[in-house]
C-alpha cells in the first residue's frame, strides 16, 4: 500500500515522503480500515508518540495522521461490531501507525458507523476537531447556558466547531483569531470578535471560561480574563497560570465512540457543520504540513474515492 512516513524526526515536514508499506497486521480487536479522508495535526510531528511505541522502542518509519474515515476492510480475531463493507470513522492510536496511508489498523472501539450521507471528507474532520472541542467546554469546563466563553482560533478546526457546540447550548460566544477569520466565526455563531494581531485581549472583560489551542503568551493573558470560579481550557501546554479563585485544565482529547456518533448526528442534521478546508491528494501531504493553517476549517487529505 502507499503511505505517507517519516524516518528522521529532525528532519521536519521536509522527512515525509511517499513510501510503499507492507499492508497492515489486524490484532487481536482491531480493524484494517481502507482510508478514504484523513486529517493531522500539524505539530504532531514533535510528539513523542510519533516516534516510539508505548514500552519507548523505536518505531520508524512511522505514519502520521490520527483522524479517519473510510470503509471496513479486515476484522481482526475478537473483533465484533463492525462489518467487513462498513463505512466507518475515528481515531487512531497515538503509539501506532496512523492515517496518511490507503490502509490502517484501529482498534474497532475507537471507530463508529458512519451513515452513507455523510462525506468521507466532512467525517474526517471530526475525530480530532469534534471530540477536543466537546471535551474542552462541557467534560473539562462544564460550560452551561448564559455563561460567556471565549474560543480561540474560532475559524479553525477546534475552533468553529467549538462555536457552534456553544451557542447551542446557549451560551455567549466571543470568537478570536486572524482578521480573516472574522466574518467565518460571527457566522458560525460567535456574537462577537477578537482580532489577535491588532485588538486588546482586555477589552473583552470577563468571561467564565477559555477554550484555547495557541497557548504562549495568548494563553497567560487570557487566564487574566477568566472570572472567580471559571476555567480556563487549553490543548496547547500545560498552562504556568492558574486563573484567580478558578481552574486551568490542560488535556489530550480521548476516544469515545458515542460522542462521534452524536457529532455526526449533529452534521447529518444540519446542526452541526464542519468547516472542510483545503482538500489535498496524499502525494501533496508534506507541502500541506508546511502551510499549517491558513484557511479556515480544517485540511484534509484525500485518499480515495
Do not use: C
Request: hydrophobic fraction near 45%.
Amino acid at each position: 500500500m502507499r503511505a505517507i512516513t517519516v524516518r528522521d524526526r529532525d528532519a521536519g515536514v521536509q522527512g515525509l515522503t511517499l513510501t510503499d508499506m507492507p499492508y497492515p497486521h489486524a490484532a487481536e480487536n482491531d480493524v484494517i480500515v481502507r482510508v478514504h479522508a484523513a486529517g493531522f495535526t500539524p505539530g504532531e510531528l514533535d510528539w513523542p508518540t510519533t516516534w516510539t511505541d508505548r514500552a519507548g522502542r523505536d518505531r520508524t518509519p512511522t505514519i502520521p495522521g490520527h483522524e479517519l474515515s473510510g470503509v471496513v476492510a479486515d476484522l481482526g480475531y475478537g473483533t465484533t461490531g463492525l462489518t467487513v463493507g462498513q463505512r466507518v470513522f475515528g481515531l487512531t492510536d497515538w503509539a501506532r501507525d496512523g492515517s496518511l496511508a490507503e490502509y490502517t489498523a484501529v482498534e474497532a472501539r475507537n471507530l463508529a458507523p458512519l451513515a452513507a450521507d455523510v462525506d468521507h471528507t466532512v467525517a474526517a474532520t471530526l475525530p480530532i476537531s469534534g471530540l477536543t472541542a466537546w471535551q474542552g467546554l462541557f467534560d473539562h469546563a462544564h460550560l452551561t447556558a448564559g455563561q460567556t466563553v471565549l474560543v480561540h482560533g474560532a475559524a479553525g478546526g477546534v475552533g468553529s466547531i467549538a462555536v457552534q457546540l456553544a451557542r447551542e447550548v446557549g451560551a455567549r460566544v466571543i470568537g478570536t483569531g486572524r482578521a480573516a477569520d472574522r466574518d467565518v466565526a460571527l457566522s458560525l455563531g460567535a456574537q462577537a470578535f477578537a482580532d489577535l494581531d491588532a485588538d486588546d485581549l482586555r477589552q473583552i472583560g470577563e468571561v467564565d471560561v477559555v477554550l484555547d489551542v495557541i497557548g504562549g503568551d495568548i494563553l497567560r493573558r487570557s487566564t487574566e480574563l477568566v472570572r472567580p470560579g471559571g476555567t480556563v481550557v487549553t490543548i496547547a501546554a500545560p498552562p504556568e497560570v492558574q486563573p484567580r479563585d478558578g481552574r486551568a485544565v490542560f488535556f489530550v482529547v480521548e476516544p469515545d465512540r458515542a460522542r462521534l456518533v452524536d457529532l455526526a448526528e449533529r452534521v447529518r442534521t444540519g446542526r452541526l457543520r464542519p468547516i472542510v478546508g483545503a482538500v489535498r491528494p496524499l502525494d501533496e501531504t508534506a507541502s500541506a504540513f508546511a502551510r499549517r493553517q491558513r484557511t479556515a476549517g480544517k485540511t484534509i487529505i484525500k485518499i480515495a474515492d
